[in-house]
């Protein structure tokens, strides 16, 4: 097999040894299998020192980075506009964001065809070969692609809701970007819901053949199946472990210096639910005055997409809530949330995992959630306090599952989770982390290309 994985971004950056890989989820996956059988990674590029294509590594290649080059306007257009201010918040079911600016779509018809090209360019249709798109940057170049090449095997992994069929169709061209997908093989998608979304969608809005999960529509057949995303389980159990993780876990709680330290990790993002998490622990301490002084809430917004003005307010409102918070309720020396608006390496996330009581992961909506499964495989007898709107709820029945809008049953599920018994944390914990060790990313990426 050759395998041709096109993502918004490429997996390389410039580091001040040269070349290296940029650190994340998918490209945790998907390298291995690229180092293994070669092949091509198409993305774009924003340092402008990357050629249009490089061989990685210089010295002793394995596959081979395309990058198509996007000017400020494309950029603004395709990634800013259509994917970041139309797909991302239509998919999340905040469609107040919506921004339905018709020169969005255009540029991301224009982009969505380069990169096609790009695709068509690198590969020549042979039996053995395999297309990979990643994410809702790319609905139209799965049409393209399969336009040149009939036999071609393209597989697509969408990795934010599918939203219901009645929201996706608010989109003007709802349509064009169905018939786009449906040049897939193969669509993935993290839980069951979104693969009945998207099977109702393509047979309500384009008048699509459906049988069970099977799609046919202009003489071609898509499958639409759940493959749950994981984390890298072995490396996250490794680092967890590590003695000096709980060092830092220790100097951190000392930090805090609360008995009861609760946490939450998120980009910061309107989708993941940090305005509302934070007026549920005001909530919380109104209501619970014996907790004053007893618990710490230590929140991360690490800085996301901050050019767009909706991420610019939400930033200001949890701003201001914090602030409110701190002035309402500090004393001495405590400080009820400590917040901090910056990134983290790995290896500091994983300690806050392990020294917290509680996390609480509470996105009004979210595709899978991969903190979760970090928290839950850092953990020792930490409590999850999930939104029962992501894709992991589906999978992790044994989390405290709230619902994200409802600030009484959030301020409720904080109080339950600083008061379970040790016995029922370890029995909960055990059964989350079962599920987490199966979901491992590696076998994500193995599962999908075998289903391809
Ligand atoms: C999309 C979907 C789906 C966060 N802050 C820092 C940092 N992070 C890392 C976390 C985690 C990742 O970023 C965030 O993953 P999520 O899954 O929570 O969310 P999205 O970025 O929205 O991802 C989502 C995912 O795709 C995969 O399919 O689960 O639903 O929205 O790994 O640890 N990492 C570091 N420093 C930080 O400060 N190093």
Same mark, same amino acid.
């Given at each position: 097999?050759?395998?041709?994985?096109?993502?918004? =971004?490429?997996?390389?950056?410039?580091?001040?040894?040269?070349?290296?890989?940029? !650190?994340?989820?998918?490209?945790?996956?998907?390298?291995?299998?690229?180092?293994?059988?070669? +092949?091509?990674?198409? +993305?774009?590029?924003?340092?402008?020192?990357?050629?249009?294509?490089?061989?990685?590594?210089?010295?002793?290649?394995?596959? /081979?980075?395309?990058? /198509?080059?996007?000017?400020?306007?494309?950029?603004?257009?395709?990634?800013?506009?259509?994917?970041?201010?139309?797909?991302?918040?239509?998919? @999340?079911?905040?469609?107040?964001?919506?921004?339905?600016?018709?020169?969005?779509?255009?540029?991301?018809?224009?982009?969505?065809? =380069?990169?096609?090209?790009?695709?068509?360019?690198?590969?020549?249709?042979?039996?053995?070969?395999?297309?990979?798109?990643?994410?809702? @940057?790319?609905?139209?170049?799965?049409? *393209?692609?399969?336009?040149? =090449?009939?036999?071609?095997?393209?597989? @697509?992994?969408?990795?934010?809701?599918?939203?219901?069929?009645?929201?996706?169709?608010?989109?003007?061209?709802?349509?064009?970007?169905?018939?786009?997908?449906? &040049?897939?093989?193969?669509? &993935?998608?993290?839980?069951?819901?979104?693969?009945?979304?998207?099977?109702?969608?393509?047979?309500?809005?384009?008048?699509?053949?459906?049988? &069970?999960? !099977?799609?046919?529509?202009?003489?071609?057949?898509?499958?639409?199946?759940?493959?749950?995303?994981?984390?890298?389980?072995?490396?996250?159990?490794?680092?967890?472990?590590?003695?000096?993780?709980?060092?830092?876990?220790?100097?951190?709680?000392?930090?805090?210096?609360?008995?009861?330290?609760?946490?939450?990790?998120?980009? $910061?993002?309107?989708?993941? +639910?940090?305005?509302?998490?934070? %007026?549920?622990?005001?909530?919380? $301490?109104?209501?619970?005055?014996?907790? *004053?002084?007893?618990?710490?809430?230590?929140?991360?917004?690490?800085?996301?997409?901050?050019? %767009?003005?909706?991420?610019?307010?939400?930033?200001?409102?949890?701003?201001?809530?914090?602030?409110?918070?701190?002035?309402?309720?500090?004393?001495?020396?405590?400080?009820?949330?400590?917040?901090?608006?910056?990134?983290?390496?790995?290896?500091?996330?994983?300690?806050?995992?392990?020294?917290?009581?509680?996390?609480?992961?509470?996105? $009004?909506?979210? +595709?899978?959630?991969? !903190?979760?499964?970090?928290?839950?495989?850092?953990?020792?007898?930490?409590?999850?306090?999930?939104?029962?709107?992501?894709?992991?709820?589906?999978?992790?029945?044994?989390?405290?599952?709230?619902?994200?809008?409802?600030?009484?049953? $959030?301020?409720?599920?904080?109080?339950?989770?600083?008061?379970?018994?040790?016995?029922?944390?370890?029995? =909960? %914990?055990?059964? %989350?982390?079962?599920?987490?060790?199966?979901?491992?990313? @590696?076998?994500?990426?193995?599962?999908?290309?075998?289903?391809?």
């Amino acid at each position: 097999m050759s395998l041709t994985v096109v993502a918004n =971004r490429v997996p390389i950056r410039q580091t001040d040894d040269g070349w290296g890989i940029s !650190v994340g989820g998918l490209t945790t996956a998907l390298l291995p299998v690229l180092e293994e059988q070669g +092949g091509t990674w198409v +993305g774009m590029g924003e340092e402008p020192e990357l050629s249009e294509r490089q061989e990685y590594p210089a010295d002793d290649p394995n596959f /081979v980075v395309r990058r /198509v080059p996007l000017s400020t306007e494309e950029l603004d257009g395709y990634y800013y506009g259509m994917a970041n201010q139309i797909l991302w918040p239509l998919s @999340h079911y905040l469609i107040q964001h919506l921004e339905l600016n018709r020169d969005f779509i255009d540029t991301y018809r224009s982009v969505n065809e =380069r990169f096609a090209e790009a695709v068509l360019e690198e590969t020549d249709g042979g039996g053995d070969e395999v297309i990979w798109i990643q994410d809702y @940057h790319q609905m139209l170049s799965p049409g *393209h692609i399969r336009a040149e =090449r009939p036999e071609a095997t393209i597989g @697509h992994f969408w990795h934010i809701p599918w939203p219901a069929m009645e929201v996706f169709r608010i989109l003007p061209w709802a349509r064009e970007l169905l018939r786009g997908m449906l &040049g897939c093989d193969l669509i &993935g998608f993290h839980v069951e819901e979104y693969v009945d979304n998207f099977v109702e969608s393509a047979e309500t809005l384009l008048g699509a053949g459906v049988d &069970g999960n !099977v799609i046919r529509y202009n003489g071609h057949e898509t499958r639409a199946e759940a493959h749950p995303i994981g984390i890298e389980v072995d490396r996250f159990k490794e680092m967890a472990h590590d003695p000096s993780i709980e060092e830092e876990a220790q100097k951190f709680r000392e930090r805090m210096g609360t008995d009861n330290i609760v946490i939450g990790i998120d980009r $910061l993002d309107y989708t993941k +639910g940090i305005h509302s998490r934070m %007026l549920a622990f005001e909530k919380f $301490l109104e209501e619970n005055p014996e907790y *004053h002084g007893e618990v710490s809430f230590f929140q991360i917004a690490t800085p996301s997409r901050t050019e %767009l003005e909706s991420y610019q307010k939400i930033r200001r409102e949890v701003d201001e809530v914090v602030g409110r918070i701190n002035g309402r309720f500090a004393r001495n020396s405590w400080v009820p949330v400590n917040y901090r608006y910056r990134t983290y390496t790995q290896y500091e996330l994983c300690a806050f995992y392990r020294a917290a009581d509680a996390a609480l992961i509470t996105p $009004l909506r979210d +595709g899978m959630n991969v !903190v979760t499964q970090e928290f839950i495989t850092a953990s020792q007898d930490g409590v999850l306090i999930l939104s029962e709107l992501t894709g992991a709820a589906y999978l992790l029945p044994e989390a405290l599952q709230v619902n994200p809008y409802d600030l009484n049953g $959030l301020a409720e599920a904080i109080k339950t989770a600083l008061e379970m018994p040790l016995d029922e944390k370890e029995e =909960r %914990l055990e059964g %989350l982390k079962q599920t987490v060790d199966t979901l491992d990313v @590696h076998n994500w990426a193995g599962n999908f290309l075998d289903a391809l």
